[in-house]
């Protein structure tokens, strides 16, 4: 069982920055890929970013390129998600997931975090 705990949301400004973190307990962190979603409401949880077991080519969704970074250090058990130039349209829940795979869908994952909320405002 791997439990996943999200932390870094908040309230900001428009074309401000955070960075979201996830610790996952497991001594099995590098055997993972990890993955970055997001729901806003009365919407389907969407991709935002994934990383691989290795760290290595992370993957994004259109509407976050350029602006998110998806990061990895396996020393400490934690993913992170840099996530700049903000806009409202990126208000939503942001989970975390771990998986075999660096997928872009949700069902690609076992284990999720519970979440954190990151508000936009404009």
């Known amino acids: 069982q791997v439990q996943l705990v999200e932390s870094g949301g908040g309230l900001v400004q428009a074309g401000g920055s955070l960075r979201l973190s996830c610790v996952a307990s497991?001594?099995?962190?590098?055997?993972?890929?990890m993955g970055w979603f997001r729901q806003a409401p009365g919407k389907e949880r969407e991709f935002a970013a994934a990383?691989?077991?290795?760290?290595?080519?992370?993957s994004y969704a259109d509407s976050v390129k350029g602006r998110f970074t998806v990061s990895r250090d396996s020393a400490k058990n934690t993913v992170f998600l840099q996530m700049n130039s903000l806009k409202p349209e990126d208000t939503a829940v942001y989970y975390c997931?771990?998986?075999?795979?660096?997928?872009?869908?949700?069902?690609?994952?076992?284990?999720w975090g519970q979440g954190t909320q990151v508000t936009v405002s404009s």
């Open positions: 990383i691989s077991r290795s760290g290595g080519t992370p």
């Open positions: 497991t001594r099995t962190f590098n055997w993972f890929s």
């Open positions: 997931a771990a998986g075999p795979h660096a997928a872009t869908d949700a069902a690609g994952y076992d284990y």
